[in-house]
């Protein structure tokens, strides 16, 4: 099968187009093209430059203005850009329009993602569900993406001839395979769906997070497990399920995808039966980095995903990790202006975070130096204590008839 995302050649040098609009500022957009690069730098694609323009909204036809876009294809051509990425989801017209004037292959910020789950995409079920999101991004694009349409494309006087027809035929073989990739899911989702329900009456515990802050190490931790975790983007895209013990209570602790800014929908409906296990867990352990500088975007980019799955009203405890690399900005005392959250030390944004967050616990770790791990067993503990008595209290008597003890 021909890859519907696959480059003309291998990009491997980029720059980087976002907007600064009346709906986000320079600061929002340098962060979200800091975001951009690391993406980037995950699918093995080097930033040679950043190009921003201020407009009201995306122009529709070229989404930045005629003069930036001459700006962008000129240093392109001088200094040998393999590819143009763009901050947001351009539409088929903008990316035909965007490819025409600047000769190179263009991708948007859905696409690059895309591309990043198929490369890290490593059981079949995984597989087929970054290709129905491939497909469905695909379809609607699908005259410039395969390339093979270019000899077929309008027909010798007319332009309803044979690349008309060839497209109209790979329309149709495209929603096939979207038909086709579909069903075989569903049948996937039924064999998960029976697979939780054969677990038996252990409370459910899930890790969730925005991608990068550090939930497969602190899987690693508390199931003494081998989970798979590295420094960058999407590491982990299949769940992982693995039986926890604290003291004499055991309870099942899963590992899901992490959420991201600008996340494809095409991804969020495709991953229905990985984000199951966040909607059907008992709690949630919400990680947030907190040594990145806008960890507070990020948490509210995690929360409103989990509105929109579903999961929204569960049981949370928030663990904010990588204190050991957490370095507060210098706060002048004499200055006048307010601190900003960024000049906070480790013991004030505590403070705030717990007085600010009514309704859940948090607690800070380090997962990589093993900081407060064992706090953060203790309160995982008698919550799942209080889950489980609460949900089988004839139990109670004889499980918990020794308090918590450290491993």
Sequence with gaps: MIDPLELKGKAEKAVLVGLVTDDQGPELVKEYLDELEFLASTADISTLKRFTQRLHKPDGRTYIGSGKLAEVKQWME???????????????????????????????????????FARRARTSHAKKQVELAQYEYMLPRLTKLWTHLERQRGGTGTRGGAGEKEIETDRRLVRDRIALLKAQLKDIDKQMATQRGNRGKLIRVALVGYTNVGKSTLMNLLSKSDVFAENKLFAT??????????????????????????????????????????????????????????????????????????????????????????????????????????????DELKATWIARMTGEECIFISAAERQNIDALRRLLYERVKALHVARYPYESDLLFKDEYLEP
């Design 237 to 346: 895209l299949d769940t992982t399920v693995r039986k926890v013990v604290l003291g004499n209570l055991p309870f099942l602790l899963s590992d899901t995808v992490g959420f991201i800014r600008k996340l494809p929908h095409q991804l969020i409906e495709s991953f229905k039966s990985t984000l199951d296990e966040t909607r059907e867990a008992d709690l949630l352990l919400h990680v947030v980095d907190i040594s990145h500088h806008n960890f507070e975007e990020q948490f509210e980019t995690v929360k409103q995903t989990l509105g929109e799955i579903g999961a929204g009203d569960k049981p949370v405890i928030v663990v904010f990790n990588k204190i050991d690399a957490y370095r507060p900005e210098h706060h002048d005392p004499d200055d006048l202006a307010p601190k900003r959250e960024a000049q906070y030390t480790l």
């Design 78 to 116: 001088e200094h040998g850009a393999d590819c143009i990425i763009f901050d947001d989801e351009l539409s088929p017209a903008q990316q035909r329009n965007l490819e025409k004037e600047v000769g190179k292959p263009v991708l948007d910020r859905p696409r690059l993602i895309l591309d990043i």
